[in-house]
Nanobody
Framework: QLQLVESGGGLVQPGGSLRLSCAAS????????IGWFRQAPGKEREGVAC????????AYADSVKGRFTISRDNAKNTVILQMDGLTPEDTAVYYC??????????????????????WGQGTQVTVSS
């Protein structure tokens, strides 16, 4: 059973950066496409970014393109979401999720929550001055 744990959230000022980590245990994360999602109060959970098994495919929501970067280190069983240029609109609980790798990769478009099977508990990101 794949288990995911997010970390790295916190309070940051507008324009600042945060680095979120998604650590996997139980199974090798290298066999899974990984997605990052976020959910703000009163809103639906939305896809932010995803990365395919070997990292050849990535996809980003328009709202974060050019500011967020997803990467993976399969040797460390970890996926990273680097978030720069944060704005108050980025405030949300951020979740990582996984789905077994397939061909063609699940991560070809912005991730949809229905596509992913395993979820972490989330980490709060608050952008405020």
């Amino acid at each position: 059973q794949l288990q995911l744990v997010e970390s790295g959230g916190g309070l940051v000022q507008p324009g600042g950066s945060l680095r979120l980590s998604c650590a996997a245990s139980g199974l090798l994360v290298g066999y899974y496409d990984i997605g990052w999602f976020r959910q703000a109060p009163g809103k639906e959970r939305e896809g932010v970014a995803c990365i395919s098994v070997r990292g050849r495919n990535t996809a980003y929501a328009d709202s974060v393109k050019g500011r967020f970067t997803i990467s993976r280190d399969n040797a460390k069983n970890t996926v990273i979401l680097q978030m720069d240029g944060l704005t108050p609109e980025d405030t949300a609980v951020y979740y990582c999720a996984a789905v077994r790798g397939a061909y063609p990769p699940i991560c070809r478009i912005v991730p949809h929550k229905e596509q992913y099977d395993y979820w972490g508990q989330g980490t709060q990101v608050t952008v405020s001055s």
